[in-house]
């Protein structure tokens, strides 16, 4: 599963122009994320760092609690837009990611035009899942 090319340039733009917001006082390095819902909303967000360094949180994760905040549960792609070369999810926004969307299109912009696009699948191989909270029972979908 992919994005059509336009999609994914609109989502790149999106992305660009959330990492404006960063908060990055400590590493100086911008992040910013576009995350695209099924109903084609797009939600942003930018790392917001924070004095005490272990509770910055991640354009990813920022972008995607704004969308569950909002409702959203069913996204279509997630691009990714950060200062310099392509920057890939950390390990905890590819599990955060993976609770919604397992296999979700993970686009890559990198400095100039071009962007790549991965698949959270490849990503986030072996995801720790709600499956495993209840094995002997039939897992229920938390998502729906
Ligand atoms: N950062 C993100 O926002 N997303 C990533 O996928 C990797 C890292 C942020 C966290 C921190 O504010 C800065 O980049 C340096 O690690």
Do not use: K
């Amino acid at each position: 599963m992919s994005l059509p090319d336009d999609i994914a340039r609109q989502l790149v733009e999106a992305a660009r122009q959330a990492r404006e917001y960063a908060y990055a006082p400590y590493s100086g390095f911008r992040v910013g994320a576009a995350l695209l819902a099924e109903d084609g909303a797009v939600y942003t967000g930018c790392n917001v760092e924070n004095s005490s360094y272990g509770l910055t949180c991640c354009a990813e994760r920022t972008a995607l609690f704004s969308a569950v905040a909002n409702g959203d549960h069913h996204f279509l792609g997630i691009a990714i837009a950060a200062d310099g070369a392509q920057v890939p999810p950390c390990g905890a926004c590819r599990q955060v990611l993976s609770e919604f969307a397992p296999d979700l299109p993970v686009i890559l912009a990198g400095p100039g035009d071009e962007h790549r696009a991965l698949s959270l699948t490849n990503l986030l191989p072996e995801p720790f899942s709600s499956d495993f909270l209840h094995t002997g029972e039939s897992p229920s979908d938390p998502t729906s």
